[in-house]
């Protein structure tokens, strides 16, 4: 069982940045994927950016440029700077773990953190 929380959301002007934050229980964070998504209000939830357990990163269009996704292994944890912020971006950002352990898929989902950006 692995246990996600999000931290680093908040309200930030249009140009602005933003660290987010998820930190994961258990002893094998490295062995899964991470991605983080994000939903707004009346939309579907997107997937922003994501790095495998390999480091292999890819990212939504529309974040490219603006948006790093990073990961900790030791810290188990994986973070998204987000710089250049658009009101667009203003959403719930969850952070997801997935992969095959044993065996088994396994997929984790925090419980979000909001990020509003408006002036």
């Known amino acids: 069982q692995v246990q996600l929380v999000e931290s680093g959301g908040g309200l930030v002007q249009p140009g602005g940045s933003l660290r987010l934050s998820c930190a994961a229980s258990?002893?094998?964070?490295?062995?899964?994927?991470m991605r983080w998504y994000r939903q707004a209000p009346g939309k579907q939830r997107e997937l922003v950016a994501g790095i495998t357990s390999g480091g292999t990163i890819n990212y939504v269009d529309s974040v490219k440029g603006r948006f790093t996704i990073s990961r900790d292994n030791d810290k188990n944890a994986v973070y998204l700077q987000m710089n250049s912020l658009k009101p667009e971006d203003s959403a719930v950002y969850y952070c997801?773990?997935?992969?095959?352990?044993?065996?088994?898929?396994?997929?984790?989902w925090g419980q979000g953190t909001q990020v509003t950006v408006s002036s």
């Open positions: 997801n773990a997935d992969g095959w352990i044993s065996g088994v898929y396994q997929n984790y």
């Open positions: 258990g002893s094998i964070f490295s062995m899964y994927g």
